[in-house]
Nanobody, 117 residues
Framework: QVQLVESGGGLVQAGGSLRLSCAAS???????????MAWYRQVPGKERELVAT???????NYADSVKGRFTISRDSAKKTMYLQMNNMKPEDTAIYYC????????WGQGTQVTVSS
């Protein structure tokens, strides 16, 4: 019904920046019903961690570990959510997943982010 595709991951040095994108496609009806969206990340062997959330009206929340460094945003016209990551640290290394809540939760396939020291 709704497909989410992340892009923008890659390898970056500590202190560098990356911008992740999450594009929604599929049912326009359910896409227009998307309420909260979020970015999560997961390191192998650990639980998936909430990084940032953004509401339908643009209210945002961040994990303490990324506050002041990461910025979440969304462009409803483009059906896309973003995560601008600045001053990155090796501990930001993970697979990053986007999440959207409509008639049910939807997840992307994930994009690898690696920060070298």
């Amino acid at each position: 019904q709704v497909q989410l595709v992340e892009s923008g991951g890659g390898l970056v040095q500590a202190g560098g920046s990356l911008r992740l994108s999450c594009a929604a496609s599929g049912s326009i009806f359910w896409i227009n019903k998307i309420d909260d969206m979020a970015w999560y990340r997961q390191v192998p062997g650990k639980e998936r961690e909430l990084v940032a959330t953004i509401s339908r009206v643009g209210s945002t929340n961040y994990a303490d570990s990324v506050k002041g460094r990461f910025t979440i945003s969304r462009d409803s016209a483009k059906k896309t959510m973003y995560l601008q990551m600045n001053n990155m640290k090796p501990e930001d290394t993970a697979i990053y997943y986007c999440n959207a809540n409509s008639n049910r939760p939807y997840w992307g396939q994930g994009t690898q982010v690696t920060v070298s020291s």
